[in-house]
């Protein structure tokens, strides 16, 4: 059952495919980049889940005011752009090269009446980031399985995220998918400032103002190619590596100069309790954080319950 509920998944059997999904989800984020209410630690860049995919959410456009939003349809493989009016215009996601899907989704907002665009319409942080999205016909790889192999992993680790969450009644992020780095995550923050240094890009900055504890998933990267849960605490406090991970397969690994806790997601598919392999790795890793940088073990409430009686 641990197998069927998450199938193997390694990174190069659908590399070309994740290559084009992901510069089509950036070029569908930098919409909502420059048309969401900004929030704090970039939570507004970031894409929800729904039941067959991802979304915007509502947001509004800076030129015309309309209300309007862009849904994935991770099932019926389309992408669909609805207005608040009721007007959409969508469009099926395969076959098509990163041009074309800017072509097809710029198209789609004009005649809509939008006119936001991105502000940078290029890749950011991916090695053809100097090359526009409208020149861009090398990556074109969609298959249909893997895409939607990647939604149900996707759904499957976003409500094990969930049940995470609900153990921090403190500052806690929404359970997102983010498009630079294509992982999907949630981040527990105390009230502590983090001083940072002017010159530190402003992405950085903002992400990381307050002490965080991140727990997420990945698919795999050049960097760790394999799929994997992941944890990490920033600042990282002295001796967090040598703090105890559970599972037993999970482990502590050096990423940028800073531990990061990894769980292979080949481990979790050969678990008899897959979910509580994973409860018990963002526990264990948050517990190592949270101890090490001195959290308050008040804002901890198990199975999202605060109610003095009930707990």
Known sequence: MAQEQYPAFPLDAWRPTKETVHRFLQ????????????RNHWWHVSFHLTGNGVTTRPMRDPVSRQVFSVDFDFVGHRLAVRTLAGDEIAFPLAGRSVADFYELITTALADLGIGVRPRIPRPFDLPDADRPFAEDTEHRDYDQDAVSTYWRILSRVGLELEVAAAE????????????????????????RHVDSDPSTDPVTREAYSREVISSGFWFGDDETPEPAFYSYTAPAPDGLADRPLLPEAARWVDRGGSPLAVLPYEAVRGARDPGGDIQAFYRSAYRAGADLAGWPRDRECRHGVTDPVLS
């Open 27 to 38: 070029i569908v984020g930098k919409i909502r980049l420059a048309a969401g209410p900004r």
């Open 168 to 191: 921090y009644a403190g500052k806690v992020s929404p359970v997102h998918h983010f498009w630079h780095t294509f992982d999907i995550a949630m981040t527990r923050f105390s009230d």
